[in-house]
């Protein structure tokens, strides 16, 4: 009896010590897998998800790029963890480390920087290329945005506000990869004297973390000169006229290969603007008089001067926004001459549809029996030129929402992603880091007023309505029995 049982046990520990190895093994074998195999995203947020811009990004990279995950032992982050393996996966060049900060207080990098780690919030990433370092904060992975109301109430209640987290870390990581391996980054000069516009703040931000530089220029004081490191010259909304001797500047820095965006909006308080309507003349293309209003209501998002314009297909500024919306309200028409200057050619990008027409404004009051135009209108143009050395191209976008954080706030980014591709082509860029975040909570649903319009009659009245004559058929077959 003993000697069975000594069989018996001595096979349990035989074959419990073949099941612990095989776990090993199998454990091994798992562990070996990439990670995008075997760590799933269970949020159904997609946060692990690297969109074909990242792809085409960091596979292109060709030097040493490390990243440092700044965090106490066994307080990393796993779902930052788990995303920084996905760029370790796509290019053998990445390499990930981490850094305690109790243990390195200070640390120097491969470049000679020298960071704070100390101070650093947890699970921060610094991205470190041959050419220079970035830094990488918590706050720019997991972003916070604050309403203006909720603001308002924080600062006269004490009301904590709850804001919208996205994470963000697609677009932050991503733009410090490309920030740390791009040889020289574009620089955006915006013109000042004439009461033009600031930048969103967001949509400033996200200049930054595209890897552009920015700068103010004026022209009026000094030389009168545009800087040789100019990549593009932003005009936002400017209160009143460029001089002629800015207009001559400008026109020689397009037509000599130099990049140019003017931003306009519907002129209320009928100020002249003989020399930028000189500039644009002289590329092809005219105001039309007036308010644009949209009769078409599917290309308009509550108000009909609230325009949701067609997107070109064929012009690589818009072609890659297909699927998204874009707001331009309080825009003037854009006239693209017939027979257009030597040299020069003009592609439309965003158009109205053909039910369009503007009226005039008498103070805040829209006229909307003055019809001054019916018919299509241009929205956003760009010219391209080829009458000096180089190639320039001069656009156009004739509502300031293009560049306005509210604007972009109620189309869920389309107007950023707009803004940001005309930057990205006009650098010739080779891929933008324009990505948008993941919410963390609900997305915004964008319909425009046409799509808005058939839900409301459906559940208004066609469901209710036939619920009703169900109901009646029902009873009166019943009735019959």
Known sequence: MNKRRLRSGAFAAFASLIVIAIAVVVNMIVGAIPSEYTKYDTTGLGLYDLTPETEEIIKSVDEKVT???????????QIIMNFLDRYARLNSN???????????????????????????QENSVIVVGEKRSYEVSYDSIYKTDYTEEEMMMYYYYGQQPT?????????????????????????????????EYELGTQLAGYITTDNYLSDKLTLITGDGSIPADASIILINAPQSDINATELETLKSYVDNGGKLILITSYNVNGTAFTNLDALCNYYGMSRIEGLVMEANTQNYIQSPYYLSPNLSTTDPITSSLTGKYVMMPTAEGIKVAETLPENVSVSKLLTTSSDA???????????????????????????TVTKGEGEGKFVWYSSFGVADDSA??????????????????????????????????????????GISTLWAAIFVLIVPLGTIIIG??????RRKK
Not at 108 to 119: F, N, P, R, V, Y
Not at 472 to 477: M, N
């Open 163 to 195: 804001g919208t987290t996205t994470f963000n870390a697609e677009q932050a990581i991503t733009g410090a990869i490309d920030n740390v391996t791009t040889d020289d980054l574009p620089k955006i000069y915006m013109l000042e004297g004439h009461g």
């Open 357 to 383: 027409y503007t009226v005039s404004v008498a103070g805040n009051e829209i006229n909307a029996e003055d019809v001054l135009y019916n018919g299509e209108c241009t929205i956003g143009a760009v010219a």
């Open 67 to 77: 990243m440092y995950l700044v965090a106490r032992d066994g307080m990393e982050n």
């Open 94 to 120: 990445i390499t990930i480390k981490t850094v305690d900060p109790e243990v390195v207080p200070t640390m120097t990098d491969e470049t000679g920087s020298s960071h704070a780690i100390s101070t650093m």
């Open 408 to 449: 972009d706030s109620m189309v869920s980014g389309g107007n950023s992603s707009l803004f940001l591709s005309t930057l990205g082509n006009l650098c010739e860029k080779k891929a933008s880091v324009s990505i948008a975040g993941k919410a963390m909570d609900t997305e915004q649903l964008v319909v425009n007023e």
């Open 472 to 477: 009646i058929v029902v009873w009166a077959i």
